[in-house]
């Protein structure tokens, strides 16, 4: 299989982490505007900031721990010659799980549903991972 079944779903999660750069700054104006954040605090301290914008804040966050882990492995892949149709399938199941717990995250932020779609990214990411050592070890 062609190396573009990994990175199609490598883009999306870039444009997911890209968007919430975007939400982020929208949210924070918004909050400025209204008053009530003191700009030269909020340089150093999260605690300044309405709930709204701290959902977006620690979803964004988010998207530098374990995203990084789904790019390493989408990269070993391809290194590998090891991009396979399961691959392929587990990866844009990874970043469907992200997509899912960006959006309740800042909407709802329903934990225990949160955490459902973190669990299933991470089943997805155990399931790579398990496919790159397989492949590593074999060559």
């Known amino acids: 299989m062609n190396a573009s079944g990994l990175v199609w779903p490598m883009l999306v999660q870039a444009s997911l982490t890209i968007s919430l750069f975007f939400l982020l700054g929208r949210v924070r104006t918004a909050a400025f505007k209204r008053g009530g954040v003191e700009i030269k605090r909020a340089a150093l301290h999260e605690d300044v900031w309405p709930d709204e914008v701290l959902k977006v804040s620690n979803n964004l966050r988010n998207q530098f721990e374990t995203p990084v882990l789904f790019y390493v492995l989408c990269f070993a892949l391809i290194a590998l010659a090891a991009v396979t149709p399961l691959a392929v399938g587990l990866a844009w199941l990874y970043v469907a799980?992200?997509?899912?717990?960006?959006?309740?995250?800042?909407?709802?932020?329903?934990?225990?549903?949160r955490?459902?779609?973190?669990?299933?990214?991470?089943?997805?990411?155990?399931?790579?991972v398990v496919l790159v050592a397989t492949k590593a070890f074999s060559v």
Not at 115 to 127: D, E, K, Q, S
């Open 115 to 128: 955490f459902r779609y973190f669990v299933v990214g991470l089943v997805a990411l155990i399931a790579l």
């Open 97 to 113: 799980s992200r997509l899912a717990h960006a959006w309740v995250h800042v909407r709802s932020n329903h934990v225990p549903t």
